[in-house]
Every structure is written in structure tokens, then in C-alpha cells.
């Protein structure tokens, strides 16, 4: 059963924008707090941005801050990761995630989505 799915992602040139969705089901995994993860090509997998859920504290990764916003629909049960100025570097498959904690470590989430592909290409 998939409880977290991402979508959003696709071919952007660069110096473009994407909005990436997830489809959280946040409550029935009893989550407070979520984020975004990426990974690159022969990289590991790295922490991009946070937010707690109930308040709306955010965390950014320094080589995005500026350019990404991570934000949530309650009514939707949805996270988005609006990505403006994307950059060549910011190619990799992008993760939701969910936890109990809000942390930018990968082992404080428990629940990961199955990924969208960001590919920034001229």
C-alpha cells in the first residue's frame, strides 16, 4: 500500500520552475512533520527541506534556501515543494517523506514515497 506519492517532476531547462506534490495521507500515518530528500546520480541521498505541519516552521538545505519553498495543504493532506531557479546540479530524484520529528536526518522519518524525477537540462 503507497501512502506517500509524489508527482511534479519532468524536464526543466535551467533558470526554470516545478511544483512537486505529494499525496501525504499525513493523518493515517500519524505524522507531524514531513520533508523533501533528494538524490543524484552516484550521490546519496540528501535532506532539502522540512516543515512542521501544525505550525508551518520550515527548514531549507543552504543550496536551495532562496529558491525552493516547501509548504502543505491540510484540507488536501498534501505537501508541495515549489522549486524556482533550478539549477543543473538540482538533478535527482526527489523524495517525500514523513516523521514524528522535525529534523533534516533521514532516520527521523519513517514513511518515504517511491520518488519523482527532476531533470535540469538545456
Known amino acids: 500500500q503507497v501512502q506517500l506519492v509524489e508527482s511534479g517532476g519532468g524536464l526543466v531547462h535551467p533558470g526554470g520552475s516545478l511544483r512537486l506534490s505529494c499525496a501525504a495521507s499525513?493523518?493515517?500515518?500519524?505524522?507531524?512533520?514531513m520533508g523533501w530528500f533528494r538524490q543524484a546520480p552516484g550521490k546519496e541521498r540528501e535532506f532539502v527541506a522540512a516543515?512542521?505541519?501544525?505550525?508551518?516552521?520550515?527548514q531549507y538545505s543552504n543550496s536551495v534556501k532562496g529558491r525552493f519553498t516547501i509548504s502543505r495543504d491540510d484540507a488536501e493532506d498534501t505537501l508541495y515543494l515549489q522549486m524556482n531557479s533550478l539549477k543543473p546540479e538540482d538533478t535527482a530524484a526527489y523524495y517525500c517523506?514523513?516523521?514524528?520529528?522535525?529534523?533534516?536526518?533521514?532516520?527521523?522519518?519513517?514513511?518515504w514515497g517511491q520518488g519523482t524525477q527532476v531533470t535540469v537540462s538545456s
Open positions: 517523506a514523513a516523521g514524528g520529528r522535525y529534523s533534516i536526518r533521514q532516520s527521523d522519518y519513517n514513511y
Open positions: 499525513r493523518r493515517t500515518l500519524r505524522s507531524n512533520y
Open positions: 516543515i512542521s505541519w501544525i505550525t508551518g516552521s520550515t
